[in-house]
């Protein structure tokens, strides 16, 4: 049997924490940034973990489960 290769697009996407956990970065922060507010700037630059209802489908992609 061939190795199993892992999405392109997850790898680099998402990054597994220390914990096991997965990280993602938030969309809507390349273009238009005039009309969103600095608060909501400053929130979509941080790092957030990925849903647990996501987590199997993400884990699948990059072959960890």
Do not use: C, Q, W, Y
């Amino acid at each position: 049997m061939p190795k199993m290769k892992t999405k392109s697009s997850a790898k680099k996407r998402f990054k597994v924490t220390g914990t096991g956990k997965i990280k993602r970065k938030h969309a809507f922060k390349s273009h238009i940034l005039t009309k969103k507010s600095k608060k909501r700037k400053l929130a979509l630059t941080h790092d957030t973990v990925v849903h647990k209802s996501d987590e199997n489908n993400v884990k699948l992609m990059l072959r960890i489960k």
